[in-house]
């Protein structure tokens, strides 16, 4: 068989949420560069499917034009074709109707899974002679390995294929032989140990349900639902940086001696003035309200009246017709803004820099929020072009409104332009989600609230206890790998990482602490509460007996103070499993530090690791050891044993 090249390898990672692909292998590994949803939605021929929504447009003679159609080839977000004056969009936003074929790490449908595959091979476009490899969820098992192998070869007549697990692609990833895997994903979290390259079956957590990106995402819409916030929302909160996990023990602002977010260093200052401790910086706090909506804020509360009730459900506003109402309000706020800020500019200018306080010590937070169903809204209203451009620029309150706004403060007539050029899309061409600026409060810590991290951490206990070498144990619990998309969160790794030490962790101390009794001629006070020393047991004699099952109790949890052949229950018999560590109970717990030689990969983080680790295993098997490795099955191979063969070559 022609050697591969490096530029010829195909690797695909599906994945509950999105399905990663590359074509070619860079010199430096990078990113997956193709990454596409993992959902399809049914065509209108049976057994056919489409990677996006396709539609019949409302109104679509009064709202766009055949020549309009023609001209936009720019690749926006909506695509429209017509035929017999009926146009049809494809939506490549919209999640209606769509099918996920794979749910919390296993394939529950097939046709569904084939076509995603399918979509995602066309898109890459290979050549001819493409090796592919294939990363291989824990929840798959060897028969549908067997159904896949089929279909690759049979559907995409490639020369090799091969695959590759993700927890022993992470540890290539790594460079490291023994680590404990914990890939946290949309619906479900997996543990694996890894020891000298090799996934331990026995004891693995596979999809454990509740734990992933989802069971976040719904926790924060738990707490708050009541102040209206939707399952958009509360997705995009915990994409957000403001959404932070805390570690174990830490309390969230304004609780516990905090106040207004922050400690109190002060008593004195914070009694009279409310500051929360003593200098300038500290006075130069005061007087500096958060930006609103609510109470106590710059903008108050009196602006939305009574619908501030929570957040603001301005999709409602707009479907009931009172757009132009909400409009004209909010270019009212818009002016009384500017003045308000011409007014405090010079005695802003005068004061210290305000503290800024690290998220964790705020009690409120702000973050932007792209309301796509507002837009869809406004797209079904027939504005028409302008007046969705308008409408869009009233309501967006992103940098792009900042930018007006400043724009605003040197000349404040050309804010009052509804028609201007300052608003953006003005000129008829604004497109984008609507972007509003959302106020959550200490509800944004509590995403992990209900029993998420214990779960996980019972799991990683679990997986680790199972390995029948004992003397690997302690090795799996100081190289802890945290991945996966589900733990982008900020501080998840590191709050799971407090929580294990928390409860799994022992002081190396611990470990010793009957120590100093055991050359001791005073036994163990009795369980009875006694101090009395009680009669020592065994023979007497020598100048130190120890209580043999006082000695046996202690060394059989660590031998190493007990040397080879001294085990006064069983002379002359040294235990084949004696090391140095505490066997049960970990005196040590750590995260393994990600490799520093990938520069590609510092930027966006090491959460999908496992594609890291399958461009390294496609490098080693395909082009470095293909004349020596069996680390891929070829195509002769599989019309001589057929698909039950993979078993024989796939990592």
């Not at 690797?11 to 990078?30: D, M, R």
């Not at 932007?368 to 009233?394: C, I, P, R």
């Amino acid at each position: 068989m022609p050697p591969f090249k490096d530029e010829q390898i195909i690797i695909i990672a599906p994945g509950s949420e999105a399905t990663l692909a590359q074509l070619g292998l860079p010199e430096s590994f990078t990113p997956a560069r193709i990454r596409v949803r993992s959902r399809m939605f049914p065509a209108e021929k049976a057994g056919e499917w489409e990677p996006y929504k396709v539609r019949r447009k409302q109104d679509a003679a009064s709202a766009i034009s055949a020549d309009a159609l023609a001209a936009n080839t720019d690749g926006e977000d909506t695509k429209s074709t017509i035929d017999d004056d009926v146009v049809y969009e494809e939506d490549r936003v919209s999640e209606e109707g769509a099918v996920w074929p794979i749910q919390d790490g296993k394939i529950v449908n097939w046709p569904c899974f084939f076509a995603l595959v399918t979509h995602v091979y066309n898109t890459m476009n290979p050549p001819f002679h493409t090796p592919i490899l294939l990363l291989t969820q824990p929840a798959w098992t060897p028969r549908e390995h067997e159904k896949l192998t089929q279909f690759f070869f049979e559907k995409f007549k490639t020369p090799a294929f091969s695959l590759v697990d993700t927890a022993l692609a992470t540890s290539w990833a790594y460079g490291v032989h023994t680590a404990t895997i914990v890939d946290v994903g949309k619906d479900k979290a997996d543990v694996t140990a890894v020891s000298e390259f090799i996934p331990h079956s026995q004891g693995r957590v596979v999809a454990l349900s509740g734990c992933g990106g989802e069971a976040l995402t719904s926790g924060l819409l738990a707490k708050l639902r009541s102040k209206g916030f939707t399952r958009d929302m509360c997705e995009q909160l915990k994409k957000n940086p403001i959404c932070e996990i805390l570690p174990v023990g830490t309390s969230p602002p304004g609780t516990d001696g905090a106040v207004d977010g922050g400690t109190i260093t002060n008593p004195a200052a914070a009694a009279s003035t409310g500051a929360l401790g003593s200098g300038p910086a500290a006075a130069a706090a005061l007087g500096n309200a958060p930006r609103g909506p609510g109470e106590d804020t710059e903008v108050g509360d009196e602006a939305l009246g009574d619908e501030n009730e929570g957040v603001l459900d301005v999709a409602s506003i707009v479907a009931g017709g009172k757009m132009s109402e909400y409009l004209a309000k909010k270019e009212k706020e818009k002016q009384e803004k500017v003045v308000t800020k011409k007014k405090g500019s010079e005695a802003y200018a005068t004061q210290a820099k305000p503290v800024r306080l690290q998220n964790s010590k705020r009690e409120k937070a702000t973050f932007m929020y792209e309301d796509h169903f507002l837009l869809d809204t406004l797209k079904s209203m027939n504005l028409g072009s302008k007046g969705l451009a308008e409408a869009q620029a009233s309501l967006d309150e992103g940098p792009s409104k900042r930018a007006q706004d400043d724009a605003a403060d040197a000349e404040p007539g050309s804010a009052i332009e509804p028609n201007g050029s300052g608003l953006p899309g003005s000129s008829g061409g604004r497109s984008g989600p609507i972007r509003r600026e959302i106020e959550v409060g200490t509800e944004r810590f509590q995403a992990a609230s209900g029993g998420i991290l214990d779960k996980i951490a019972d799991a990683v206990h679990r997986t680790i206890s199972s390995v029948d070498e004992v003397n690997k144990r302690s090795e799996l619990w100081d190289s802890l790998i945290i991945c996966g998309n589900g733990s982008r969160v900020r501080g998840f790794k590191d709050a799971l990482l407090a929580l294990l030490q928390s409860k799994y962790m022992i002081s190396p101390s611990s470990a010793t602490i009957f120590t100093s009794e055991i050359p001791s001629n005073i036994s163990t006070p009795a369980g009875t509460g006694a101090n009395t020393p009680q009669p020592q047991l065994g023979p007497h004699g020598g100048s130190s007996q120890v209580n043999p099952l006082l000695l046996a109790a202690t060394t059989a949890q660590n031998p190493h103070l007990m040397p080879p052949g001294s085990n006064p229950l069983m002379p002359g018999m040294s235990s084949h499993n004696a090391h140095s560590s505490h066997g049960q109970t970990p005196t040590s717990i750590k995260l393994l530090k990600p490799p520093e030689y990938f520069p590609e990969w510092k930027d966006v983080g090491f959460d999908e690791s496992a594609f890291l680790g399958a461009q390294v295993a496609a490098k080693v098997i395909f082009v470095v050891e293909q004349a020596q490795s069996r680390g891929y099955m070829t195509r002769p191979d599989y019309n001589d044993q057929g698909p039950t063969g993979i078993h024989d070559y796939s990592l």
